[in-house]
């Protein structure tokens, strides 16, 4: 499966609007429909000027966003995709925590009961 990636420049809401509409202009018509929300989601995200967003297009249909840290573009970023109706998205995140000494793993635990409590807040709604 062959993939493009696309990072969005920054700029005023129209710029970033007509950015996202060109990358999903090549989509089929159920997939840009259900899309909708996931690309209103990348224009928001692209408007503050601390995030890279990417958009990956995938050949076989749909799409979804990496966002990363403008600070620190290296560092491991989110994947965001969309839901089969379109209404949710799913963040992921695949994140490297080192585990090598007792500071460490405390960081680690620290890091895993604040993803845990930001899911509870989330789906509480």
Request: charged share 20%; glycine share 10%; with cysteine.
């Amino acid at each position: 499966m062959t993939t493009t990636q696309t990072t969005i420049s920054p700029g005023t809401y129209e710029n970033v609007h007509a950015q996202v509409e060109q990358l999903a202009r090549g989509l089929d018509p159920h997939d840009y429909l259900t899309g909708s929300w996931l690309r209103e989601l990348a224009i928001a995200l692209a408007l503050h000027h601390d995030l890279i967003v990417s958009v990956i297009t995938y050949d076989g249909g749909g799409q979804e966003l990496e966002v990363r840290l403008a600070s620190a573009p290296s560092s491991d970023g989110i994947v965001i995709g969309r839901g089969a109706s379109g209404d949710q998205c799913q963040i992921s995140l695949d994140l490297r925590v080192g585990i090598k000494d007792g500071p460490s793993v405390e960081q680690a635990v620290r890091l895993a009961r604040a993803l845990l409590r930001a899911s509870v807040e989330v789906t509480a709604r």
